[in-house]
C-alpha cells in the first residue's frame, strides 16, 4: 500500500508565494514520475508540472517562469514552489506519482488527497 500526504495550500494574495508538498510512504521500490495537476471549479484536472526520475522537468505554459518542481529522493517527496501567484491560479492541487512497488511488477499511480490554492486580494 502507497500513501501521498500533500501539504502547504492556503489562501495567498496576487504575486505571493506558496510552496506544496507531498510525500509518499509504503511499499515503494522506485519513483519513476512525480507530478504535480490542478483542478479549478468547473475546469479539466491540467497537468502542472513534471519532475522524471533523470531530473527532467517540464511545466504548463501558463506557470513557467513562476513555479518550479523539485524532488527529495531520499525522503520520498516533491514539492513544488510557486511565486508571483496570480487569481487563476486558484485551484485544487494534486499530486501524482508513478512507483513500482515492492514485490510486484510493473508501475503504478498513486493521487493525493489534493489541497486548495486561493489566490485572492
Known amino acids: 500500500q502507497v500513501q501521498l500526504v500533500e501539504s502547504g495550500g492556503g489562501l495567498v494574495q496576487p504575486g505571493g508565494s506558496l510552496r506544496l508538498s507531498c510525500a509518499a510512504s509504503g511499499s515503494i521500490s522506485s519513483i519513476y514520475v512525480m507530478d504535480w495537476y490542478r483542478q479549478a471549479p468547473g475546469k479539466q484536472r491540467e497537468l502542472v508540472a513534471r519532475v522524471t526520475s533523470g531530473g527532467s522537468t517540464n511545466y504548463v505554459d501558463s506557470v513557467k517562469g513562476r513555479f518550479t518542481i523539485s524532488r527529495d529522493n531520499a525522503k520520498n517527496t516533491v514539492y513544488l514552489q510557486m511565486n508571483s501567484l496570480k487569481p487563476e491560479d486558484t485551484a485544487v492541487y494534486y499530486c501524482?506519482?508513478?512507483?513500482?512497488?515492492?514485490?510486484?511488477?510493473?508501475?503504478?499511480?498513486?493521487w493525493g488527497q489534493g489541497t486548495q490554492v486561493t489566490v485572492s486580494s
Open positions: 501524482r506519482f508513478e512507483v513500482g512497488v515492492t514485490s510486484t511488477a510493473g508501475r503504478y499511480q498513486y
